[in-house]
């Protein structure tokens, strides 16, 4: 006896055509780790014709792979493992990288500082509770504090990620979204991202400028 998976890129983009909807139309899509094995460049290529045109990748070969395939200036890509790459390979490949660390938004800030005709943007995590990746808490305010002084660099959001988002009376998901805004403050035009697939489920105030589902896709 053999099984067969069969992969419905139909019913993928029809799941995240609901998922969008529930996100004021503001919904990115994560393909990490190959789309969660379902193949990073097939499920990208069906959810850009559905209409998405914002994707997060774990890793720098990720990011250059999808670019390769949807090379369009409308397509964009963000990448979570934070700045330990050449930065010139965001550069060439037009991908933002997400900053994790003090120590990598300096990295940035001087890379633009030498490279003013073609800067980087890029998107902060912040971590508010899902310890694994982000600006940590002793970090925080030191970066809030000094987020006016990184003036070579443009901000395309200010992002975290809920640890507990299936768990819908959770205090921990509202606490999350308070320190968030809270942290926004030091940067009024800064837009906002917090919800994966569950988030979007927890109701109008998780969605925010910008949702990210990924496994519910």
Same mark, same amino acid.
């Given at each position: 006896?053999?099984?067969?998976?069969?992969?419905? =890129?139909?019913?993928?983009? &029809?799941?995240? /055509?609901? *998922? @969008?909807?529930? %996100?004021? +139309?503001? $919904?990115?899509?994560?393909?990490?780790?190959?789309?969660?094995?379902?193949?990073?460049?097939?499920?990208?290529?069906?959810?850009?014709?559905?209409?998405?045109?914002?994707?997060?990748?774990?890793? =720098?070969?990720?990011?250059? &792979?999808?670019? /390769?395939? *949807? @090379?369009?200036? %409308?397509? +964009?890509? $963000?990448?979570?493992?934070?700045?330990?790459?050449?930065?010139?390979?965001?550069?060439?490949?037009?991908?933002?990288?997400?900053?994790?660390?003090?120590?990598?938004?300096?990295?940035?800030?001087?890379?633009?500082?030498?490279?003013?005709?073609? /800067?980087?943007?890029?998107?902060?995590?912040?971590?508010?509770?899902?310890?694994?990746?982000?600006?940590?808490?002793?970090?925080?305010?030191?970066?809030?504090?000094?987020?006016?002084?990184?003036?070579?660099?443009?901000?395309?959001?200010?992002?975290?990620?809920?640890?507990?988002?299936?768990?819908?009376?959770?205090?921990?998901?509202?606490?999350?979204?308070?320190?968030?805004?809270?942290?926004?403050?030091?940067?009024?035009?800064?837009?906002?991202?917090?919800?994966?697939?569950?988030?979007?489920?927890?109701?109008?105030?998780?969605?925010?400028?910008?949702?990210?589902?990924?496994?519910?896709?």
């Amino acid at each position: 006896m053999q099984s067969v998976l069969k992969i419905s =890129l139909k019913d993928i983009r &029809k799941n995240w /055509k609901i *998922l @969008n909807k529930l %996100s004021n +139309n503001n $919904a990115s899509a994560v393909v990490k780790a190959n789309a969660y094995g379902f193949g990073l460049t097939e499920v990208s290529e069906a959810l850009h014709m559905e209409g998405c045109n914002f994707f997060y990748v774990a890793q =720098l070969e990720e990011g250059i &792979k999808l670019r /390769k395939k *949807l @090379n369009s200036k %409308s397509v +964009n890509i $963000a990448v979570f493992e934070g700045i330990i790459h050449d930065l010139h390979y965001y550069q060439k490949y037009r991908l933002f990288p997400i900053v994790n660390d003090y120590s990598q938004i300096i990295k940035l800030n001087k890379f633009n500082s030498l490279n003013e005709n073609n /800067k980087l943007k890029c998107i902060l995590n912040i971590d508010t509770g899902m310890n694994r990746l982000g600006f940590e808490k002793k970090e925080i305010e030191k970066l809030a504090v000094n987020l006016k002084n990184f003036k070579k660099i443009e901000f395309i959001f200010l992002m975290s990620h809920l640890s507990n988002a299936s768990l819908t009376k959770n205090k921990k998901n509202r606490d999350q979204l308070q320190t968030l805004h809270a942290i926004s403050k030091f940067n009024k035009n800064i837009k906002l991202s917090l919800s994966n697939t569950n988030g979007i489920l927890l109701g109008k105030e998780y969605i925010l400028n910008q949702t990210r589902p990924g496994i519910g896709i």
